[in-house]
């Protein structure tokens, strides 16, 4: 059977799919298309110049293997990258560039020159056919504003978002900082931004992303040193959006890059949408001209929503989910859950489940049954305080001994899994945790939680110790 450009490149991607991330394969194989195979040369077309510099390298051993595999040891990768050119137009322009086996191919002309006149080509922030690979929002459609109910706790958030949203980097809520408690609605509310955003910008690039992945993201890229190319992609989103800002506390390289990315989109009209759970005045360990930044549009607080919101949003999420439900019900859960949102709709979906499972008629009782129990359970916010006080109560020691200088050892141990279950149940930094636990630097908190760490897999007692705090304070 005679061989194809296309059976060569599906058998190299059924080997390349075996040896790789599922999500890496749909990203870097997946938009790639077989164009020719001549000489023992499989010409592939790639999205952008971006791209083949991407799988040149991280997966340049992979492609000659699984290429060796199928054309042997003379085999050439020639890749064709497609970009839009520079003169408005969209007819498309090839260069081609060979693969890893430099050595035994020289490189071929490019068929429209690189070193044209225009500016755009020259611009540092802009990676040329990147336009080219689609950027997923990563937003959930079911967080829209039609389900985020207006009341006086979230009036001026809601609104807000929703100008946001008519006009995103047109207002002078750039950047758009919602802040407050767990449960209370940041998430939702910055993903109905989002939603509302592409449904009517769909040509705008949106994107939803937590700080935690952020910072992720920017800690792999300077370990494969692309820091540029990680910078260059945040600069070309529209909205960009990013859920737990807090989260950078303490972290001085993501805030630094992300003290760029910010002032490149600010500048450019773009939007930045941020969340977080304390206001710009009370966040720790976030630099100075970060904060300042941050105050420079509106920051709006979410607050504990009052009981008739509260009747409002069960009732809603009642409607939606197609469920009747008693109106005496519905109030007495909202008179007794009054933290957040979350809690709230957790009660309710307990109270339809416990119905529709056992068989039980909904009534006052069953509800007051699922309260009772909901709350009891409900994982309490654990503070700093909280830890050392649960700490020194179990070593039978007063919370200023354990914060004491001392070097013994029991006292030294009792600290450093205060600092380790302060980091484990806490969004606290580690400068933080190390200046509320007796004043020391986050080098210390950091050496503690890796020695409770070691010890919990090497000393019997030790993990005695570490699993009868964690039933304490998972209470």
Sequence with gaps: MELTAETVWKNCLSFIKDNIQPQAYKTWFEPIVAVKLTDNALS???????????????YVKILKVS????????????????MENTYGNKQPFTEKIPSSNRSAMKSQDVDVPLNNKNPELRN??????????????????????????????????RNAGLAVANKPGGTSFNPLLIFGGVGLGKTHLAHAIGVDIKDKYPEKTVLYISAEKFTQQYIDSVKKNNRNDFIHFYQIIDVLIIDDVQFLSGKSGTQDVFFHIFNHLHQNGKQVILTSDKAPVDMQDIEQRLLSRF?????????????????SILKNKL???????????????????????????????????????????????????????FVKNTKREVSIDYIQKVVSDYFQMDVSTLQSKTRKRHIVQARQLAMFFAKKYTKASLASIGSQIGKRDHATVLHACKTVDNLSSTDKQFRKYVEDLSKKLSI
């Design 319 to 373: 409607y939606r989910d197609g469920v009747e439900m008693p109106d005496d019900i519905i109030e007495y859960v909202a008179k007794h859950i009054k933290t957040n949102v979350r809690e709230l709709e957790g009660a309710i979906i307990s109270l339809i489940a416990q119905s529709s499972f056992n068989k039980k008629e909904i009534t006052i009782s069953l509800a007051k049954e699922i309260v009772e129990k």
């Design 295 to 311: 105050k420079w549009g509106l920051s709006a607080e979410l607050q504990s929503p009052d009981f008739e919101t509260r009747v």
């Design 67 to 82: 290429l060796t595999k199928e054309l042997g040891e003379t085999a050439k990768l020639v890749y064709v990258i497609k």
């Design 44 to 58: 592939i077309q790639v999205p952008s110049k971006f791209f083949y510099e991407w799988l040149e390298e991280h």
């Design 124 to 157: 540092p922030f802009v990676i040329p056919g990147i336009r080219n690979v689609k950027i997923e929002s990563q937003l959930n459609p079911n967080y829209s504003f039609e389900n985020f109910l207006e009341g006086d706790s979230n009036r001026l958030a």
